[in-house]
């Protein structure tokens, strides 16, 4: 059933990707339309310390301040890495060989490799930014019946503005019960850190 041409990207990166999308809009404009991307993503890097508690629990939110911090050289290992779930990853050793950090990212990855599943967030974290490197039309039909049935903005982008819904449609309440509590911590965190608070 594969089109031609597609990338085959696994649900939850299909999935992630949009709230990682709706991660970065969140943060590029302030409420005036200022792009104000740069002084809350510099803001947030300096909060290392505490989001690398939040990798687990809202991954997109931490993600963010590799923005523009990864150079790919082996595309073709990064396309096997979106085929898989949270729970099959390959090895960050395997993937960092074709990755290329810019200087300033390296502090950061120090942090992170300490902490536990230091390596599978940087894992997922290559994934995102490799993701929004890549053209919509390579996965924008994957992933899209689930989400179709919430979408009611005509946005033919990716249906991201919706909330935490968006995760998994066809999961149990439960599942989605805990990306809404996801939601609502990290926005109380943003929130709390001087940046509007999602709706």
């Known amino acids: 059933m594969k089109t031609p041409g597609l990338m085959n990207i696994s649900p939850f990166f299909i999935n992630l990707h949009s709230a990682y999308q709706a991660e970065m809009d969140d943060l590029t404009f302030d409420s005036d339309g ?3 991307l740069r002084q809350r993503l510099a803001a947030k890097r300096k909060e290392i310390g505490f989001l690398v508690q939040m990798m687990e629990l809202s ?6 301040i590799f923005h523009q911090g990864f150079a790919f050289s082996q595309p073709a290992a990064m396309d096997h890495l979106l085929s898989h779930e949270a729970d099959e990853f390959p090895e960050w050793s395997s993937l960092s060989g074709g990755i290329e950090l810019a200087p300033w990212t390296r502090e950061l990855v120090q942090v992170i490799l300490q902490a536990p599943k230091g390596e599978w967030f940087l894992t997922l974290a290559a994934g995102l930014h490799y993701m ?20 009611d903005d005509g946005d ?13 449609d066809h999961e149990s309440d439960e599942v ?23 709706d």
């Not at 033919?156 to 998994?168: A, R, S, W």
């Open 34 to 36: 200022r792009d104000v």
């Open 59 to 64: 991954p997109e939110m931490v993600a963010v």
């Open 132 to 151: 929004a490197g890549k053209p919509v039309a390579a996965f924008a039909g994957q992933g899209g019946e689930a989400r179709d049935e919430d979408s």
């Open 156 to 168: 033919d982008d990716d249906d991201d503005t919706d909330g935490p819904d968006d995760f998994d």
């Open 176 to 198: 989605r019960g805990d990306a809404r509590d996801r939601d609502a911590a990290g926005a109380s965190w943003l929130e709390g850190h001087g940046f509007d608070r999602k």
